[in-house]
């Protein structure tokens, strides 16, 4: 996932979650398999009751930092989840310039895209050493004809990414670039959370052009902001290294003053000791 002093740390039940299935294709494969159970779990939907066959295995890959897992235009045949690692999905233009499409990381789904034209139409590309685990479409496609109930769950995990990049969409749309990096940066904090992470302490594994990319703003942009957030106290930045000190403020945060009067209120602030109120003087002043 994104790494972090605290964050790569993998919860301790991960150690003992590992199957006599997955063993059992370790074994004979030389490779990490998980079963179907395990899969259903990774993606968050409940296991597929009429599927028993413990001999039902996916296949794990393991991509280094900067390999693709696929590109555009190559021909479809797999799905792919995230059991570990942090990538990001681009459109490239005939330029060679990228436009994020997401940041995906453990238990999302990647290459739905590629269904309906059997060509992928994004490249995705390893953020961080990850763990894909493999679902091939034909052999997907094969079990839901026979289990209607995995059929639907795996569409209902598909509409979950749409509504995800829908809701994106919308937030570009409505709100300030302020806004944009402060909901960015509480939603990762979100998944982080969701993971059993620190939501407060983590390390962007993608660049500030990246989150540009991915918000429709500029570098320069998102280092300001960043900068911005960082004086007035919302969060700590060192680097790559993000603390989430106000995640409230950051929720509902539209817009920061100009950095005159953000000065001027915070030497202010100072002069009064009050440097703890100073973030929110700041957005009450909005």
């Excluded at 300030?176 to 990096?181: C, H, K, L, T």
């Excluded at 945060?253 to 030497?267: D, E, I, M, V």
Aim: hydrophobic share 40%.
């Amino acid at each position: 996932m994104l790494s972090t002093q605290t964050s790569e740390i993998r919860p301790a039940t991960t150690a003992t979650m590992q199957s006599s299935s997955m063993e059992a294709g370790r074994q004979r494969q030389g490779r990490l398999w998980s079963n179907l159970k395990e899969v259903c779990d990774l993606l968050h939907i409940p296991a597929a009751c009429s599927v028993t066959n413990e001999e039902l295995l996916f296949q794990h890959v393991q991509f280094k930092t900067g390999q693709r897992i696929h590109t555009i235009g190559q021909p479809f045949d797999t799905l792919y989840i995230v059991n570990s690692g942090f990538l990001k999905t681009v459109l490239i233009d005939e330029f060679g310039n990228e436009q994020v499409l997401s940041f995906p990381m453990k238990g999302d789904m990647l290459g739905v895209d590629g269904i309906h034209t059997r060509h992928y139409s994004s490249e995705a590309v390893a953020l961080s050493d990850c763990d894909l685990i493999l679902l091939p479409f034909k052999k997907l496609t094969a079990l839901g004809r026979v289990h209607l109930e995995l059929e639907n769950m795996m569409y209902g995990v598909m509409s979950r990414e749409l509504v995800r990049e829908q809701a994106m969409i919308g937030m570009l749309g409505a709100l300030s670039a302020e806004a944009r990096v402060a909901r960015f940066l509480v939603s990762l904090a979100e998944r982080f959370a969701q993971m059993g992470y620190s939501s407060k302490l983590f390390n962007l594994r993608m660049t500030r052009h990246e989150i540009g990319s991915y918000l429709g703003l500029t570098l320069e942009t998102v280092s300001r902001t960043l900068s911005a957030f960082n004086e007035i106290g919302l969060i700590s930045v060192d680097q790559r290294t993000i603390g989430i000190k106000d995640p409230e403020a950051l929720k509902t945060l539209r817009r920061l003053p100009p950095s005159r009067t953000r000065a001027k209120q915070l030497a202010a602030a100072k002069t009064k000791g009050a440097e703890s109120d100073a973030p929110a003087q700041l957005l009450a002043a909005l």
